[in-house]
């Protein structure tokens, strides 16, 4: 998908959908919290790839992290998750931007994905976003990865999507990343569908 095509698309679904509305909405971040508490104290430095309209950021900022980054495509998701903080929104830096055409985004203590990575079908996607992980996470650093799983759905907001598990994640990640965690997730849809989530944690090296 052309980065235009693709900004388009996701800005179309979050000016038409609101944020309970959207299968991937989670009330609480709970796992994905839990895995960055796990890896990166407070003061560490933490983006959230994709991160859209999701809470997680909220979550962050309740935990004491202060220096947060979201980034998301779509510049009405970011609107939406401004507006939901209030004054708390100064305290984050929100990027709006196509992640596999950026060049540079500083660096990271910790990289967290559970919205973009699967949506990148074609493998010169994936290569510029790992190539873009591997220059922004210092080693040592990590990167936290959730991605439908093998038995998740094929399909997502009318888009293609890869799915994966420990085995071919490492392997589009490539030898600059280590699996370290590993775990899964039954989603539950706004209503009532299922949908598995793999979800890892990955050193850099």
């Known amino acids: 998908?052309?980065?235009?095509?693709?900004?388009?698309?996701?800005?179309?679904?979050?000016?038409?959908?609101?944020?309970t509305d959207v299968s991937w909405y989670q009330e609480e971040a709970r796992l994905s919290l839990d895995l960055i508490r796990a890896f990166s104290p407070p003061e560490g430095c933490i983006i959230d790839v994709g991160g859209g309209a999701s809470v997680l950021v909220d979550g962050l900022l309740k935990l004491g992290y202060e220096r947060v980054t979201v980034l998301d495509i779509a510049e009405a998701a970011l609107q939406k998750a401004r507006s939901r903080l209030g004054d708390d929104a100064a305290k984050v830096r929100w990027v709006a931007a196509?992640?596999?055409?950026?060049?540079d985004?500083?660096?990271f203590d910790l990289w967290h994905d559970r919205a973009v990575f699967h949506f990148l079908t074609s493998p010169d996607d994936r290569g510029r976003y790992v190539e873009l992980a591997e220059r922004t996470i210092p080693s040592g650093g990590h990167l936290v990865m959730a991605t439908f799983a093998k038995g998740g759905p094929t399909r997502c907001s009318d888009l293609d999507v890869c799915r994966y598990d420990a085995a071919?994640?490492?392997?589009?990640?490539?030898?600059?990343?280590v699996l370290?965690?590993?775990?899964?997730e039954?989603?539950?849809?706004?209503?009532?569908?299922?949908?598995?989530?793999?979800?890892g944690v990955f050193e850099r090296r």
Do not use: I
């Open 1 to 19: 998908m052309f980065e235009t095509s693709r900004k388009n698309h996701w800005e179309g679904v979050y000016s038409s959908k609101a944020e």
């Open 180 to 184: 370290v965690n590993e775990t899964c």
């Open 98 to 103: 196509d992640v596999t055409s950026l060049q």
């Open 186 to 199: 039954r989603h539950v849809t706004p209503w009532g569908a299922l949908q598995d989530f793999f979800y």
């Open 168 to 177: 071919s994640l490492s392997a589009e990640l490539g030898p600059g990343f």
């Open 105 to 107: 985004l500083g660096a």
